[in-house]
């Protein structure tokens, strides 16, 4: 069974253009996350969609980050325009209806310049 | 509101020497406890995990025990090797309400030869 894939694994871009990060989720599960961890902090929450609808998004930090999962399936995450504190890492993770396991990906490295 | 606090890193250890990453957790609920870790260059994978009090998670020599009384769940190991090194990082989850995982800010641990 393949795991939670993300892409483009690394991403250098100037400040000010855009970025956009896919996650495709374990097959069958409903729970999607974003999480990122930038220069060497915590790992934070960024938002969760359960099938297509945003559960809780109070982890977005701001209006330049647009997450989308049209379908349910999977889910882009938008950064746009991008600032140099974006730099970081971005993990996606699912987890099936009602599981307590969550899988994360192997992550998005993200470099603003 | 919750927390994970995890002993301040990096740690640096000579191989073959017993472990312990210490961890902390302030919970509004009842949560599940998890230990997750990531190899230089890899995502996040997840080492353990323990949803109740006094269970106790296992996985690859790696032990930690959740303990109620202390609101803790200390990572340990006997025996580590050069392998071991990596970034980990104690999380929690509440059963109830908010799904989203909540991360302490991850402890490095290099192991020397």
């Known amino acids: 069974e393949a795991g939670v894939t993300q892409f483009p694994s690394h991403s250098v871009i100037e400040k000010g253009q855009t970025v956009t990060l896919r996650c495709d989720p374990i097959s069958g599960h409903d729970n999607l996350y974003w999480y990122r961890r930038v220069m060497g902090k915590e790992i934070k929450f960024l938002l969760h969609f359960v099938k297509e609808s945003k559960q809780d998004e109070s982890g977005m930090p701001n209006n330049r980050f647009l997450a989308e999962r049209t379908g349910g399936t999977y889910s882009t995450l938008k950064v746009q325009p991008a600032e140099l504190e974006d730099s970081g890492v971005y993990f996606c993770?699912?987890?099936?209806?009602?599981?307590?396991?969550?899988?994360f990906g192997e992550g998005s490295w993200l470099t603003v310049v | 509101g919750n927390s994970v606090t995890q002993m301040e890193g990096p740690v640096t250890l000579s191989e073959e020497a017993f472990l312990t990453i210490n961890c902390t957790y302030t919970?509004?609920?009842?949560?599940?406890l998890f230990w997750y870790v990531q190899y230089p260059g890899e995502g996040l994978q997840l080492l353990l995990k323990a949803t109740k009090a006094d269970d106790k998670g296992s996985n690859k020599g790696f032990e930690a025990t959740y303990r109620k009384e202390t609101t803790s769940f200390h990572l340990e190991k006997g025996s580590v090797q050069v392998s071991d090194s990596a970034v980990y990082f104690c999380?929690?989850?509440?059963?109830?309400?908010?799904?989203?995982?909540?991360f302490g800010q991850g402890t490095r641990l290099t192991i020397n030869p």
């Open positions: 919970a509004t609920g009842y949560p599940s």
């Open positions: 993770a699912s987890s099936q209806a009602g599981g307590n396991t969550i899988y």
């Open positions: 999380a929690l989850r509440l059963v109830q309400g908010a799904q989203k995982l909540v």
